[in-house]
């Protein structure tokens, strides 16, 4: 089954003012995506955007799929215009996805921003597991797919940076008060290793911080990176991370990758 | 009409016999198998591998890669698994298929190139070494090895004495003359000149105030640079009578025939790839009805043939 | 937020004064008339006028540009009415503002040149010259006076003597090491280097197998250049002292922003004018609101202000 | 009045496989153009393609105007997508319109296949005055607008190169027969002089043919030149053509002029 395909637009809905959800529907059968997977994806068949453009798998509809975007610059932008009925050329699905982890973990789910993307999708596949979920963004805007959440019944612990919205500060110090809590009074710090296993996507500050608290409570956790990308397919080694384990590919070795590896 | 089954498109690089001109770009490509599941590796011309070392290489820190107008910066920095590595795991996959397998390569000396080349030809399954003197990548003073021509002499004259393979210069559009270059290549011994690697190219992210790229500068790519390129490689043509592989933002079989109409013998498909992962094999398709089309039955035919 | 009214975008070009920063490029802004129509000549930082020479010149025979990736060819060849006509029938027009002119101007010879600017000193209403060492689509030979530093030097050094105006030497991108070529029109008496001309490129039309351009060659300008263009500014920053006006596929005010970061005094919109007849405007009033939204009072403190 | 506008697309129909009419409605009151006078368009925001490309007016219906295209290449076939809703921007009118000439004298119109566009909109501008039609195309279907010329009540004389439709030939053939039947039956060549005026728009190697014709005949001939073009508005200098007064350019002082003039 080759990565290269083509899919239609069914639909292409504005969220915010510059958030969108696109529904695809792959032309030929491609393979089932997992959370954490990407699609590079052409916005238009010209040369300017050139390259195609990472995005996560948002939503897998046995089929159709989503992917939630932002509109941050020249494809973006160009994307939020495409409309039922126009085609975009993809490759996908690409990279490894989170993996699943035994059963009896709890999961802990971190998103960052548009980190939610990918995070939702992940939420939706172990949503029979009750994972907890942590929830930061800029303002109350830019909280998306509560609604969503809500209806596999997770509901997010939200952060906001203004306080528009849950508390005001990091999620990443909610999280910390969280494990401390878990640590303190109900268990002992190693036991903590066990319980719970981590998943978080955002800005980079965050994924650092990400990894020094799965350091610091010695717990599994799962990050899935960003770099910019050229190929997608690990053949222009532009989107390289240090990890202790060498450089390695966000896009082929990744872009998930255990906490404790990369090197900040 | 030329039937399709009559159409010859075989061309040469030295003793290299290529069955279509269509190649990869190194450092486009990887080691070929990242492609290798979009198209038939067979159906290629050659296939370039990522440019090698003697020993492995780290490579710039990222940010590596930032689009540009019609085209690219990177500034991957020649990260590579080393020579002894690429013998030993990406070889043999490549053996397997009936496409010359084209290795770029580079040393920080001049010593370093040599015995680079003396390891490659050591090896078989190895069909032609493309030597990069070329990068805008490497640390300061690596570019004189492309711009200055004693020191390009003198380099492709030490490998040249290092290897009995089909040797490529390839060639940095960063001078003032790239066709007295391409001379000094051919009077030091090249097979063949490959031109044109990329232009030396800064973007800068106006709200952090840095350059966009880790390494500051980085190379420019793609269709942008077409129309540079299509000149270097028409220049070339009229100072060198050694063959040219002609590169720079082919995208389209269009694009690879204004190079070879330009007087390059084969052409590279590199920023494309990443486009779109079966473009080499599409370019290839597109030469062929272009060919068949316009009554063309040899490809040489049209070598060199823009009258200007 | 700093509020619009304190906003100092005024820059210095030797002891040229401008309002702002943004003028409009030799050859893509006629001779001020054309775009009249379409902005206020009066909001620009200056205009720069088509090269001039002591008498008319036809040009090259058309095709004369071509449109490429994300980029355009032209080999329009300096066609010019002449000075005694600009001044006669162009200059009253231009006097009629507020705005600095600078004439930007070529001979075929260092005589001519000296001739050409002594002419234009002689006239009220011309601030600065800019002299062109760097048209890609002159005759054979006319390229050293912009890539043989020896002959700039020259070149430079005459003109020099012959005008007190505020001097802008015009560096071409074709050269291995362009803050090689500043220094040297630095040296030479330069008040500023601008920067970049065009690149030279050709395309071929396959179905014809003629160049597209009746020259063969021609220049290769628009957003495809920026990322060479931003490189270069970047380095002759570096190695002169003398103010920079940058230039080579600004369209947006962001681009012009690079440009200052990268260290450009001043910036010149080409290509874009074609593709937005208000585009020089546009980009004053996006710089104006970049600062105040960074709380950038005065432009001068982002000059050069690229963190590499 | 700026000549810089937006318009949006009412209508964008196909007429063959090659040739589409496009509607447009200027965002803001636009000069009336007149025949032969041209628009530069952008087909898209982005930068590739990156200039804006000369269509002449097709049809002015009064404050909405018609373009008629062929897709023949970037530009061209990104606009063929362009539906309504979709807002252009242009530049316009730009250049010279045909003279009318003297309401006496017989108005001849020649077209070679897209010059169709153009001397339309001039033949519905005289209509009143029973114009005689040229049109030579490559084939049947590349013979556009015959309704339309009907419905002016003009009956156009038809060739194509391979004689799908009309005569097989040429229609600067066809038009020495007509010139050379009206001196020799009609009148002694020195009358064809004033009886007639021409207009003429299509491929180079017919305009020269026009040139030649018009000099043999001594007639008054207006030609509508093409040249690629950067600017549009004479800044530029890529548009030049030469003539017997030196270069000029098509942009400015064209793309309308007098056959005599142009040196080929
Ligand atoms: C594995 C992966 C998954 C992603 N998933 C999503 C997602 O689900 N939803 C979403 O909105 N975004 C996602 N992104 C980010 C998304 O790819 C970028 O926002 C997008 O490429 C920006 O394109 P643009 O042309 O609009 O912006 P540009 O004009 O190209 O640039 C705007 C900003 O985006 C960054 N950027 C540019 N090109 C790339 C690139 N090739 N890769 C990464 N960043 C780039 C630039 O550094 C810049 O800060 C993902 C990125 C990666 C690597
Ligand atoms: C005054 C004038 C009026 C015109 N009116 C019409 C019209 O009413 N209908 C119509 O279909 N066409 C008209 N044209 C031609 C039209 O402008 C070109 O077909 C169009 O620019 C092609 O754009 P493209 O991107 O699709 O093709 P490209 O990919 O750019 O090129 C395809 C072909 O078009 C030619 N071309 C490219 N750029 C230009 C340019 N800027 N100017 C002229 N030719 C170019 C090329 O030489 C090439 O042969 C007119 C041209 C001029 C100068
Ligand atoms: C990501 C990337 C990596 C490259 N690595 C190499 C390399 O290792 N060795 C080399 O000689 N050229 C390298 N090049 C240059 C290409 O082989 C080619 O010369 C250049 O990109 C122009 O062709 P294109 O426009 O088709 O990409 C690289 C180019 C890119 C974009
Ligand atoms: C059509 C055209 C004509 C030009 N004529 C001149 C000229 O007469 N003198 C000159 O110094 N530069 C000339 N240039 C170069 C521009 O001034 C400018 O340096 C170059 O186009 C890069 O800027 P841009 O990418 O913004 O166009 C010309 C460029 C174009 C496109
Ligand atoms: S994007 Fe090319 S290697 Fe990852
Ligand atoms: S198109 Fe620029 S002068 Fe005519």
Tied chains: 1, 4.
Aim: with cysteine.
């Amino acid at each position: 089954m080759s990565k290269l395909f083509r899919s239609s637009v069914r639909e292409n809905r504005k969220l915010t003012t510059d958030h969108y959800l696109i529904t695809l529907r792959p032309l030929k059968k491609i393979r089932k995506p997992k959370p954490g997977q990407f699609f590079m994806l052409s916005v238009d068949s010209g040369l300017d955007p050139l390259l195609k453009r990472p995005f996560s798998l948002h939503r897998w509809l046995g089929g159709d799929f989503q992917l939630l975007y932002e509109t941050v610059g020249k494809a973006t932008n160009i994307l939020k215009y495409k409309a039922p009925g126009n085609v975009l050329e993809m490759i996908g699905p690409l990279g490894n996805g989170f993996p699943a982890g035994p059963s009896k973990t709890g999961i802990l789910l971190v998103a960052g921003g548009l980190g939610i993307a990918p995070v939702f999708a992940l939420a939706e596949s172990v949503s029979s597991r009750r994972p907890l979920l942590f929830l930061g963004a800029k303002s109350r805007k830019e909280v998306l797919c509560i609604e969503k959440l809500r209806s596999l019944g997770i509901r997010p612990t939200v952060t906001t940076d203004d306080g528009s919205l849950g508390k005001k500060g990091l999620i990443t110090d909610i999280l910390i008060d969280f494990l401390s809590r878990q640590s303190s009074t109900c268990l002992p710090v190693g036991k903590v290793v066990n319980r719970y296993r981590v998943y978080a996507c955002g800005p980079k500050p965050m994924l650092r911080e990400m990894s020094r608290i799965t350091k610091k409570f010695r717990l599994k956790g799962y990050l899935a990176l960003e770099e910019n990308m050229a190929c997608g397919v690990g053949a222009c080694l532009s989107c390289v991370v240090n990890t202790t384990d060498g450089l390695k590919r966000v896009c082929k070795e990744g872009p998930v990758f255990p906490a404790e590896e990369i090197i900040w | 009409m030329a039937k399709k089954k009559t159409l010859n498109t075989k061309v040469s690089i030295g003793r290299l016999k290529l069955k279509n001109p269509v190649m990869t770009a190194a450092g486009t490509f990887g080691y070929g198998e990242e492609y290798s599941k979009f198209l038939n590796l067979n159906n290629l011309g050659a296939i370039v591998v990522k440019g090698l070392s003697l020993l492995p290489k780290q490579g710039n820190p990222p940010t590596r890669i930032v689009e540009t107008p019609a085209g690219m910066l990177n500034a991957i920095g020649l990260q590579n698994i080393g020579i002894e590595n690429f013998i030993k795991e990406k070889l043999p996959f490549l053996r397997q298929f009936n496409t010359p397998v084209i290795v770029n390569f580079f040393g920080d000396s001049i010593k370093e190139y040599a015995k680079a080349a003396e390891r490659l030809s050591r090896v078989s399954g190895i069909q032609a070494l493309e030597m990069n003197i070329s990068c805008p990548n490497r640390q300061a003073g690596w570019s004189i090895f492309g711009t200055d021509p004693k020191v390009t002499s003198k380099v492709v004259k030490t490998v040249r004495n290092a290897t009995d393979r089909t040797l490529i210069v390839k060639l940095s559009p960063n001078v003032t003359d790239i066709s007295l270059m391409a001379r000094v290549a051919e009077d030091a011994g090249a097979d063949a000149v490959s031109l044109i690697n990329t232009i030396t190219g800064m973007a800068i992210d106006i709200r952090t105030r840095k350059p966009k790229l880790a390494n500051i500068t980085g190379g420019l790519s793609g269709p942008a640079v077409r129309p540079v390129a299509v000149r270097m490689v028409w220049e070339c043509s009229k100072a060198v009578n050694i063959p040219i592989i002609g590169m720079g933002g082919i995208i389209s079989a269009e694009d690879a025939l204004e190079f070879i109409m330009a007087g390059a013998s084969a052409v590279a498909v590199g920023t494309a790839n990443f486009v779109n992962p079966r473009a080499a094999q599409d370019i290839i398709a597109g030469i062929r009805s272009f060919m068949s089309g316009q009554g063309i039955h040899n490809i040489k035919k049209i070598i060199g043939g823009v009258n200007a």
